[in-house]
């Protein structure tokens, strides 16, 4: 699948990233609409990987793909660790965690359907 970087919607962006992550065997995959709860994203993906070098290995394949794919320049943090990378796609934004990292954050909680963001005071 190629695609010109200004033809694709964030759509076709969370398809092919999930159809990544799925290829290499990621766990627990979720997606979450973020569409009227976030201007920083349409869409967050969730998953886990195995081992510390399951996690770099799904982010760094996933990077690659994407760039490939729709010249998307996806910014990671967190690979040289392992424990949770974050891809920032531009509109979908995407977490891979190991699954004891996963369950401390539980980001799912706070960002699933029926969830308010965390609101900061004033």
Not at 25 to 54: N, W
Not at 94 to 102: K, N
Request: aromatic letters at 6%.
């Amino acid at each position: 699948m190629t695609a010109n970087p200004r033809t694709f919607s964030s759509e076709q962006l969370l398809e092919r990233i999930t159809q990544s992550l799925e290829n290499d065997k990621a766990d627990d995959l979720v997606s979450i609409d973020l569409r009227g709860k976030t201007a920083m994203a349409d869409y967050m993906v969730i998953c886990s990987g195995r081992s510390t070098r399951q996690v770099a290995s799904l982010a760094e394949k996933l990077v690659e793909r994407l760039k490939a794919d729709f010249g998307v320049i996806a910014r990671s943090e967190g690979k040289d660790m392992g424990d949770w990378v974050l891809i920032d796609a531009g509109d979908v934004i995407v977490h891979i965690f190991r699954p004891e990292v996963r369950e401390f954050y539980q980001l799912e909680k706070m960002w699933m359907p029926g969830s308010a963001p965390a609101q900061t005071q004033a």
